[in-house]
């Protein structure tokens, strides 16, 4: 149920939204249940969720409805419907749609609250919690943490398409925003126009091990030495410090978060081959500096809905979330151990089997899940997948493997952009306009 729409005012401009340049907003509550399969018995049956719901006043947009769905899994929607109506979609975009931003569960103002673990995380994806903290943030949430998972986003979602009365949506998502949009067309084929995937997880599969990531490290790290005309192989060079230092999953998370938005790598090369030579300085400040700037309140991106939605949405080398935890660890180590060196190049085991998302799903209770349905492609709608080739956070190759999930899909990559092209670069808002105003 969508309550009635009231005008707004926008967390991302701070103005009122007729004053927020040329699009204005109304804002309304999604009522969903919180279990919504109803399947649980106990004090969940008749649990309800408000999300907050941002719309533009042109209800009448010709091309009907698009929604826009951020990431994380923990950032809310409304905080960014001001700049991304002004300032990433173009004037064509933001006459022919609708535009919908929703604070999806456990986002924003219903964020769920972990402390200790959120002033560890911040922002990042791939930090190291400490012990303890993990199970901590479980337990503070409760046996409610089994009704976070994308399957519950995609049920809200489509409670969203009907309160809005509209029988099908445009939707275009960055970084887990695609994993949602993808998710919700593979469970609703007739419920959707056509999609836009920029920074893509690929909907079939969460690799808590990271192997795309550590592997296109090497090939991100080469592009930004041929840009930058330096002499040194940062890639061999990342590899002896990983070696020498015993610090991998520090230095994935590092690199990785330098990589969001418009990339900045230019100074780890030179950084890189001071500490093979012995001045370990330059690195320890360009770690420090990103671990401070990844510091990040809940209601900008919540760890608890992040830890929850991961960790009972991905199978591991140990399976699914219903695993018992005692099993987890040396399930991931045996897997590890199976691959041959090359697939960690230029890290090691230890950044596979030690990064913060394996950790932190290794450690989350046993909680019952429903599988999602494997194997299963796309649907035959037109699909854009929007890659920057700098991206170490959802790095090319998750998004040459979606595409090919997608029987009408388009794969273009930005070169030089990272993560979330559409916020950083030109040529990435240019094709997706192209793309979302084509007959």
């Known amino acids: 149920m969508l309550s009635s729409a009231h005008p707004c005012i926008s967390p991302a401009s701070g103005t009122t939204a007729p004053d927020a340049g040329s699009v204005t907003f109304s804002c309304a509550t999604l009522t969903v249940p919180l279990d919504h399969a109803g399947l649980h018995p106990g004090p969940h049956r008749d649990g309800q969720l408000a999300l907050q719901v941002a719309m533009t006043d042109n209800a009448a947009a010709p091309r009907g409805v698009l929604v826009f769905l951020t990431g994380g899994p923990g950032q809310p929607g409304l905080p960014f419907a001001s700049s991304v109506a002004n300032l990433m979609f173009e004037p064509p975009v933001v006459r022919d749609y609708r535009l919908i931003f929703i604070d999806q569960r456990g986002?924003?103002?219903?964020?769920?609250?972990?402390?200790?673990?959120?002033?560890?995380?911040g922002s990042s994806d791939l930090t190291v919690p400490p012990a303890g903290v993990v199970g901590a943030c479980a337990q503070a949430i409760g046996p409610d943490r089994q009704f976070f998972t994308t399957e519950d986003t995609v049920a809200d979602l489509d409670a969203l398409r009907q309160a809005l009365g509209v029988e099908k949506l445009t939707i275009?998502?960055?970084?887990?925003?695609?994993f949602v949009a993808a998710r919700y067309a593979v469970i609703h084929p007739d419920r959707v126009s056509r999609l836009v995937l920029d920074s893509v997880v690929p909907h079939d599969n969460l690799d808590p091990l990271e192997l795309a990531s550590l592997s296109r490290t090497a090939e991100v790290l080469r592009m930004v030495c041929q840009e930058n005309g330096c002499p040194t192989d940062p890639a061999q060079e990342l590899s002896t410090v990983v070696q020498a230092r015993h610090d991998g999953p520090e230095l994935l998370d590092t690199l990785t978060a330098l990589t969001i938005g418009t990339p900045n790598l230019a100074d780890v090369p030179a950084a890189l081959h001071a500490a093979v030579r012995g001045d370990h300085s330059p690195l320890d400040a360009i770690v420090a500096a990103e671990h401070r700037d990844q510091a990040a309140t809940a209601d900008e991106l919540s760890q608890g809905l992040h830890a929850s939605t991961l960790c009972e949405d991905l199978r591991g080398p140990w399976g699914d979330a219903a695993t018992p935890v005692p099993s987890r660890e040396a399930a991931t180590q045996r897997a590890v151990a199976a691959l041959p060196d090359a697939a960690f190049f230029p890290y090691d085991r230890t950044t596979a089997a030690s990064n913060g998302i394996a950790v932190t799903c290794e450690q989350w209770p046993s909680t019952p899940v429903v599988a999602f349905p494997?194997?299963?492609?796309?649907?035959?709608v037109p699909v854009l997948l929007l890659a920057g080739d700098h991206d170490l956070s959802t790095p090319l190759p998750w998004a040459q493997q979606e595409t090919a999930h997608a029987p009408r899909g388009r794969l273009v990559i930005i070169p030089g952009a990272g993560h979330s092209t559409q916020s950083s670069s030109l040529m990435a808002r240019s094709t997706a306009t192209a793309f979302l105003t084509q007959s």
């Not at 986002?107 to 995380?121: D, K, R």
């Open 107 to 121: 986002t924003g103002a219903g964020a769920l609250q972990c402390p200790q673990l959120q002033e560890v995380m």
């Open 172 to 178: 275009d998502g960055v970084s887990y925003g695609t």
């Open 374 to 380: 494997a194997g299963r492609d796309l649907p035959a």
